[in-house]
C-alpha cells in the first residue's frame, strides 16, 4: 500500500491546483491571523482586565479555507476515475480497500498541509489569547480544529470515491458542505435559545409632560421552539461538525480566578467539558466516514 500512497502524493504534488489550493490557505491564515490582532490589539488594555479572555478566532476562515481543501481532494480523486487510473491499479492486483485507504491516507496529508497553512498565520496573530491557554486546553482546541479540517478532508475523499465523476463529485462535496454550513448558521439561534415562547420586558418611554414611566411590554420570542421542530434543531447542532468550529472559535477561559464567581467557574467547567465532547465527537464521525465509506466502496460497481 506504501506504493499507492506514494502515487497518490505524487498526483497531489504534480497537480497544478495544489500551489492555488495552499496558497489560499496561506493567504486566508494572514487574513484571519490580522483579524485576530486587531481584535485583541484596538483596546489591548480592556481586553486583557476582563475576567474572561475569549477566542478572537472567526469561524467564518475556517469555512473558507476547508472549502479550498475539498475542492482540492475531490477533483485530484475524481482525477483517478476520469483518467482510468482507479481501474489500471485494480488490473495489476491491487484490492480495492488497499486503493480505498491510500486515498484516505493521502486526503490525511494534505488535510495536515493545508491546516498548517492556515493555522500557522493563525497562530501568530492570536498568540497573546494562546499563550495564555493552559497547555492541555490548547492542545484540545488546536486538535479541534485539525479534526474539523480532518472531518470534511475525510468527508470530501470519500463522497468523491463513491461518485467516481470528477465534475460530479466537485459539485457534490461544495454543495453539502455548504448546505450544512448555511443550516446550521441560520439554525444557531434556534439552539441556543432559553427564553420562553413570551418574553416580557420593562420599558421605560418619556410622556409629553416631560416625564419618565415605565410599563410591562409582551413580545413573541422568534427563536421559540418546542416539540419535534426543537427536537431537529438539537440533531442537527450535534451531528453538523460546523457546530464544533464553531465552539472552537468562541472558546473563552477565566483570565483572572480571583475576580470569577462561583457560576463563572461553572461555566469554565462546562466550556472544557463541551471542547473535550467535541473531539471526541469529531474523531467519531472521522471514523464513521471511512468505515461506512469502506464498505460502500467494496460494494461499488467501478465499470
Same mark, same amino acid.
Given at each position: ?93 491491487h484490492t480495492r480497500m488497499s486503493i480505498y485507504l491510500s486515498e484516505m491516507i493521502s486526503c490525511l496529508i494534505m488535510v495536515l ?22 497547555? /492541555? ?13 480532518? /472531518? ?20 457534490? /462535496? ?64 450535534? /451531528? ?64
Open positions: 500500500m506504501l506504493r499507492l500512497i506514494k502515487a497518490s502524493l505524487i498526483r497531489y504534488l504534480k497537480s497544478p491546483f495544489l500551489i492555488v489550493a495552499f496558497l489560499c490557505s496561506l493567504v486566508l491564515g494572514i487574513i484571519h491571523g490580522v483579524n485576530e490582532w486587531r481584535f485583541i490589539h484596538q483596546d489591548l488594555e480592556s481586553y486583557n482586565t476582563y475576567v474572561w479572555l475569549v477566542s478572537p478566532m472567526s469561524d467564518i476562515w475556517f469555512k473558507c479555507s476547508i472549502w479550498v481543501l475539498i475542492v482540492l481532494v475531490s477533483l485530484e480523486i475524481g482525477k483517478e476515475f476520469s483518467e482510468g487510473t482507479i481501474r489500471n491499479k485494480l488490473y495489476i492486483g498541509i493545508s491546516y498548517l497553512m492556515f493555522m500557522i498565520p493563525t497562530l501568530i496573530g492570536g498568540r497573546y489569547f494562546f499563550s495564555e491557554l493552559s497547555t /492541555v486546553a490548547c492542545m484540545c482546541l488546536l486538535g479541534e480544529l485539525l479534526l474539523f479540517f480532518a /472531518v470534511w478532508g475525510i468527508f470530501s475523499a470519500v463522497l468523491s470515491m463513491l461518485i467516481t465523476n470528477r465534475a460530479v463529485g466537485v459539485v457534490a /462535496v461544495f454543495s453539502v458542505m455548504l448546505f450544512f454550513a448555511v443550516i446550521n448558521a441560520n439554525l444557531r439561534s434556534y439552539y441556543y435559545n432559553t427564553d420562553p415562547a413570551e418574553i416580557t420586558s420593562t420599558v421605560v418611554e418619556i410622556s409629553e409632560d416631560g416625564k419618565p414611566y415605565s410599563f410591562e411590554e409582551t413580545e413573541k420570542n422568534t427563536w421559540y421552539l418546542d416539540g419535534i421542530p426543537k427536537a431537529l434543531v438539537n440533531i442537527e447542532h450535534e /451531528v453538523d461538525p460546523f457546530s464544533r468550529s464553531y465552539n472552537a472559535c468562541n472558546y473563552a477561559y477565566i483570565h483572572y480566578p480571583e475576580k470569577a464567581e462561583s457560576a463563572e467557574f461553572e461555566m469554565q467547567a462546562q466550556i472544557n467539558r463541551q471542547l473535550k465532547e467535541d473531539v471526541l465527537i469529531l474523531i467519531l464521525t472521522i471514523v464513521i466516514f471511512i468505515v461506512g465509506g469502506s464498505f460502500l466502496f467494496q460494494k461499488k460497481d467501478l465499470k
